[in-house]
């Protein structure tokens, strides 16, 4: 199918259902255009790559939308909340489909959300160049936010049992296993996948540092939040461009009183894994991730 080459304002809907095809992929894994580095982790979820898409037919006015792009169980909901209280703007809501990690754009819903009302909204989607191509065009800049992917590994085994959906791809009878069965599964098979996210948009940030014009992005981390949640907004806001003075309708929410945290412990994962899961662990977590974001390196990786 090809997604049409001029289009009118008020075709705009039409072709943008037309790109949203040309993106969709059978929902059995990663999805478009891995980036080199991260292939390896990505590439047994891959079956198949879409069309190139004319993504220039999507460029309109931005509204001071705030467009964020995280690893799961950062408190990213919790920051979305605050924002939306803060600026007062539209509930967020979803311009991706699927889980985590097969996370793609769906560009009907981006078109009806982000050129209609001020939304704060967050994704998960994938560290590949089709998805930067599609927020160039709604966009200069985005916030990336970040997490130990320890601790992301851990609070996602504990997500999946609180939120069971039929069609994750998880082993039969995994609801029956007990605490260490699953985490040991997901240290194999889930681990490399959140690895290949985090450094596949670093890597994407490096690039787009180095070109002109090329997409501003900005790296916050989970440990910003817990140290300074007041000043890990007004840095967001000042990316963004919008006045600080929004603040003034700002109200902390501890950790306790959130519904999007459940411990809000950066290093639960040094009590909760068995020595033998930390030293797995140190193998496929890369120190020099760990230390750029100051992250406790494991004892035997020093």
């Not at 809907?13 to 894994?29: D, F, N, Q, W």
């Not at 599609?134 to 049992?161: E, G, I, M, N």
């Not at 296993?177 to 997901?186: A, G, T, V």
């Not at 929410?253 to 033998?276: G, I, M, Q, Y």
Request: positive net charge.
């Amino acid at each position: 199918m090809e997604v049409a080459k001029k289009l009118t304002i008020a075709g705009l809907s039409t072709a943008l259902v037309i790109a949203s095809a040309s993106l969709y992929i059978i929902h059995t894994g990663f999805a478009i255009k891995p980036d080199a580095t991260a292939a390896a982790s990505l590439r047994p979820w891959t079956v198949a790559q879409s069309p190139e898409v004319n993504t220039s037919a999507l460029q309109y006015p931005p509204l001071n939308n705030i467009f964020l792009v995280t690893i799961p169980k950062s408190a990213s909901e919790h920051i979305v909340l605050l924002l939306t209280k803060t600026l007062n703007y539209k509930p967020p809501s979803s311009y991706a489909r699927y889980h985590f990690p097969n996370d793609e754009f769906d560009l009907p819903k981006m078109h009806a959300l982000f050129y209609r009302d001020q939304r704060i909204v967050k994704s998960h989607l994938l560290p590949t160049e089709n998805n930067v191509e599609v927020y160039r065009r709604f966009t200069d800049r985005l916030v990336l936010h970040l997490r130990d992917p320890r601790q992301v590994l851990l609070s996602w085994v504990y997500h999946l049992d609180s939120d069971k959906q039929a069609d994750r791809p998880l082993p039969p009878n995994y609801y029956l296993w007990d605490f260490n069965q699953k985490l040991n599964w997901h240290i194999d098979q889930t681990m490399p996948k959140i690895i290949a996210w985090i450094t596949g948009w670093l890597e994407i940030k490096q690039r787009e540092d180095k070109k002109p014009g090329g997409l501003n992005i900005f790296v916050t981390t989970y440990d910003d939040l817990l140290i300074n949640e007041r000043d890990l907004l007004v840095k967001i806001l000042v990316f963004n461009g919008i006045s600080t003075r929004a603040l003034d309708n700002y109200t902390h929410l501890p950790p306790e009183s959130s519904p999007h945290f459940r411990k809000a412990n950066p290093n639960e994962w040094k009590s909760a894994c068995t020595a033998e899961q930390k030293h797995r662990l140190s193998d496929i977590v890369p120190p020099d991730l760990l230390r750029r974001f100051n992250w406790q390196v494991y004892e035997s990786e020093k």
